[in-house]
């Protein structure tokens, strides 16, 4: 595992972004699957503007850790957002955009998506393989859509799973732990002082800090990255 911190937001998008050029570098296909929410704005916005020109984007499939389900115009929408950012501004074939369909049922979208799945990536030991997962962290240590309230969806048998948001009752499509520890790559994204606490806790295994599935991310490759802002890594000093 690899901690990486700099100053600000724009710096680790920057980095990020510097990271995910060179990872996608000569290969002939890449899947990778996106985290939504807030902080993947400025990283999407960085990749574009100074990847836009030089990354092959017609080599990368993109996925979502989760989305909400929600329609794809909807403000919540992870997709939406994804347009927003980063789609509308490169060069990417339609067909290499896989989104999870926020507007059908969670239950039958989430079958529907793992199949998706086990077709498009190869699998290892059954479980299909991305070759980066993008992954944030809520400031209540949830990931992709695995919130503490329901960690037992991290171990899930199915590799997509229906959750729902301990606050507001949104219903989310998300895929489990086994697909995110099965990734050749993963790339945590966490900036701001709200993350602070909860970095600290996981990144320095204090008490109870296997209640937060963020922590329970540990790929099998060890290829694991945490870039974070100075903000979200006070915390560690
Ligand atoms: C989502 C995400 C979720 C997100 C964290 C952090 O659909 O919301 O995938 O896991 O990464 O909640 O969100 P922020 O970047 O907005 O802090």
């Not at 990020?16 to 929410?37: E, I, P």
């Not at 945590?188 to 109870?208: A, M, P, R, W, Y």
Request: charged share 25%.
């Amino acid at each position: 595992m690899e901690i990486k911190s700099f100053k600000d937001k724009q710096e680790v998008a920057k980095q990020f972004s510097a990271y995910f050029a060179d990872l996608v570098k000569g290969k002939g296909s890449f899947h990778v699957a996106l985290s939504g929410g807030s902080t993947p704005k400025i990283v999407f916005e960085e990749l574009a503007r100074e990847y836009g020109d030089t990354i092959n984007w017609s080599t990368i499939h993109f996925y979502w850790g989760d989305e909400r389900c929600v329609p794809p115009e909807d403000a919540e929408s992870n997709y939406k957002m994804t347009v927003e950012h980063l789609f509308s501004k490169i060069e990417v074939p339609k067909e290499n955009i896989h989104r999870i369909l926020g507007e059908a049922k969670p239950e039958r979208e989430a079958m529907r998506y793992a199949n998706l799945l086990e077709i498009n990536l190869d699998r290892v030991a059954s479980i299909p393989q991305f070759d980066l997962v993008i992954l944030g962290m809520g400031d209540d240590g949830h990931t992709a859509s695995i919130f503490p309230h329901q960690i037992e969806l991290w171990d899930a048998t199915d590799h997509c799973v229906v959750a729902t948001h301990p606050n507001s009752g949104q219903r989310r499509v998300s895929i489990n732990g086994k697909v995110i520890n099965t990734a050749k790559e993963v790339a945590f994204l966490v900036t701001g002082s709200g993350k602070s606490e909860k970095v600290d806790e996981i990144l320095n295994k204090k008490d109870g800090f296997e209640q937060y599935p963020a922590s329970l991310v540990n790929p099998k490759t060890g290829n694991l990255t945490w870039f974070l802002d100075e903000a979200a890594a006070s915390g560690l000093v």
